[in-house]
């Protein structure tokens, strides 16, 4: 089984939306809580978003209420849906599980700006 992959990344312009989409076959992807992450140079990775297994969302306080992440388990696909973007959030975009068990796919760039 490979890495997930993550897409749907780009650039918008501030108060616009994305929709981030991460597949992964073959990672027993609907055992898992499937967590976002964000990477920006300097920082350490930050949580974005998590999906349970039983589909329980929680956020980040920086996204609350602009994200919502869902997913497909029949596609082994999370989504991230982006609304109400700020510069904030510009970087890569990863999906991985809270331990980060899984490799590391390409992630996903959002660029924002003002």
């Known amino acids: 089984q490979g890495p997930p992959v993550e897409s749907g990344g780009g650039l918008v312009q501030h108060g616009g939306s994305l929709t981030l989409t991460c597949v992964a076959h073959?990672?027993?992807?609907?055992?898992?809580?499937i967590v976002w992450y964000r990477q920006v140079p300097g920082p350490p990775l930050e949580f974005v978003a998590q999906i349970t297994a039983g589909g329980s969302a929680k956020y980040g306080e920086s996204v609350q209420d602009r994200f919502i992440v869902s997913k497909d388990n029949t596609k082994e696909t999370l989504y991230l849906q982006m609304n109400d973007l700020t510069p904030g959030d510009t970087g890569s975009y990863y999906c991985n599980t809270p331990s980060k068990q899984w490799p590391w796919g390409p992630g996903t760039h959002v660029t924002v700006s003002s």
């Open positions: 073959g990672l027993y992807f609907s055992a898992y809580d």
